[in-house]
């Protein structure tokens, strides 16, 4: 997913002009500030030294006897410099040896101002185990040779997936019990407690995917092809309501996680095991969430092999069975899942007021959404939209670290909530805003305001998301949720306002209209 490139500059050197040798100097430097390439050390000997000492020493005799003679020339008075060469007048030597000179002497430069370290033996890396990434390999990379048609090779591709996804499943599970769990539960960075209910049920999936996993494989003929796969799943998918226990869980396990993080101990162990080479640079929670993210892909692995199964296969009367079965197990974890959620958010509320405790957040079942939003102050708000009400909190902890939410004004009921969408580049006029919305600008962007019909107490909420595709989730969700309500409250009103039936008419919803015999036998009684 990530592809690193690293480029190398190399510094080549040219020959120049004697009188220049000051400038490569300078190029020379300017290079080292972008170039962060170690440069070469170039050592002299002792003989070389001595002779360019010599060399120097001629060149300042030349210069004393010119400086004796009596001159009529104007002579230009030479600017200070902290460089030698600005020092030594250039003579009247041969071109090949004033370049040598000069490349020599700007080398020497360069190395007496930064003198570089010796560069460090790599050590070779020891081979991991565990490879960073997984090879991704199909069916057709397992079969010398095959003679079936395109769409019983697309079957095979995603039965061969379905396979493949439970054995890197396996292989993760315990991985996350051996690298993880023991060796936390063995040098007491968690209690056994906290790890209980961190990595709940986690450990009884195992088995059940390699149960899965030792049938599939059963099935592969001397070909490596599946036939009939249908009954294999239609008999294992009810082992997928184990499920149900560990994924609401989750909710629980995710908060005393990144409560955990907060500690010392616990932080560098799960940064070293994640820096390592067999996470893939997954972190723990990454692990733990694999089984939900294993569970809604069931359906659509079915959908694609009964969309490549022909209409005369055996699996074409037990795969929409199959199919039904493993949506209807989805179905149910998603909706126990959500019910422990808002069971959970529901505990973590504190409330300013007793005004504040609606008992539309107490029948509340599930949550629509929840997240963080900006009020017309500018300030962060978690807010929470329950199955029957709106909650706008603070966040906050308890004394053991824990989170907590502080209910901010009057939640507001969902069957009397008014939902405007404020368009983006409306002005922002009036003082609603504050300026909190704008950032400076006159226009608002990302921003929806909600409000209560019936109680007083309730003021107009403006709100604002983090980017368009946060706004339009809230704003449907809001919706559905007043819709829902709304639909609720006047059924809830219809069956109270309705009498009750008369038993004595009870017989009646037992005739059928279609006999004529039995519609005699019940009027002559």
Request: overall charge negative; proline content about 7%; charged content about 30%.
């Amino acid at each position: 997913m990530e592809v690193d490139e690293m480029g190398e500059t190399r510094t080549s050197w040219s020959a120049v002009p004697a009188g220049t040798h000051t400038i490569l100097c300078d190029h020379a430097a300017k290079k080292r500030k972008q170039d962060p390439a170690p440069e070469p050390v170039i050592r002299i000997t002792e003989d070389e030294e001595e002779e360019e000492e010599e060399e120097e020493g001629e060149m300042m005799c030349d210069h004393m006897k010119d400086s004796e003679e009596p001159s009529t020339k104007r002579v230009k008075p030479v600017a200070k410099s902290n460089s030698l060469t600005g020092v030594i007048t250039p003579t009247k030597t041969p071109a090949l040896k004033r370049i040598g000179q000069s490349i020599s002497r700007s080398i020497s430069f360069r190395t007496e101002a930064r003198p570089l370290p010796p560069t460090p033996l790599r050590s070779r890396a020891k081979p991991s185990s565990f490879p960073r990434r997984r090879n991704s390999q199909c069916w057709s990379d397992t079969v010398e040779s095959h003679d079936l048609t395109a769409k019983e090779i697309k079957r095979q591709e995603v039965i061969y997936e379905l396979t493949q996804g439970e054995r890197q499943l396996i292989e993760d599970l315990s991985l996350v019990k051996k690298v993880y769990y023991e060796p936390m539960l063995k040098l007491e960075i968690m209690t056994e407690s906290e790890l209980g209910q961190i990595f709940g049920t986690l450990d009884s999936l195992i088995p059940l995917h390699e149960d899965l996993l030792s049938r599939l494989e059963r099935l592969r003929g001397s070909e490596k092809t599946v036939g009939q796969v249908g009954p294999t799943l239609l008999h294992w998918f009810p082992c997928l309501e184990a499920y149900v226990t560990y994924c609401c869980n989750q909710v629980g396990a995710k908060a005393l996680l990144d409560q955990k993080k907060h500690e010392k101990r616990v932080e560098h162990f799960l940064r070293l095991c994640q820096e390592s080479s067999f996470s893939r640079k997954l972190d723990l929670w990454n692990f733990l969430d694999l089984p939900r993210s294993r569970l809604v892909k069931y359906p659509l692995l079915l959908k694609e092999i009964q969309k490549c199964t022909p209409p005369d296969h055996p699996d074409e009367d037990t795969l929409p069975d199959a199919l039904e079965l493993v949506q209807s197990i989805v179905a149910e974890v998603n909706k126990k899942t959500g019910e422990a959620e808002c069971q959970f958010y529901r505990r973590g509320l504190t409330y300013l007021e007793e005004s504040q405790r609606l008992p539309e957040i107490r029948q509340s079942r599930f949550l629509f959404c929840h997240g963080e939003l900006k009020n017309n102050k500018g300030q962060r708000l978690h807010v929470f939209l329950f199955e029957l009400a709106l909650v706008l909190t603070r966040p906050g902890e308890d004394r053991e670290g824990g989170q907590l939410f502080h209910v901010y004004r009057q939640p507001l009921p969902n069957a009397l909530i008014n939902l405007e969408e404020i368009p983006d580049g409306e002005p922002a006029g009036g003082g609603t805003f504050r300026g909190a919305f704008t950032g400076g600008n006159d226009k608002v962007k990302n921003c929806f305001r909600v409000s209560s019909r019936g109680r007083s107490k309730a003021h107009p909420y403006s709100l604002q998301a983090n980017d368009s595709f946060s706004k339009q989730q809230w704003i449907t969700c809001l919706r559905q949720a007043i819709v829902q309500s709304r639909d609720r409250t006047a059924q809830t009103s219809q069956s109270q306002l309705s009498p009750p039936p008369d038993p004595a008419l009870y017989h009646i919803a037992e005739l059928s209209l279609s006999s004529d015999t039995e519609m005699t036998d019940h009027t002559s009684r």
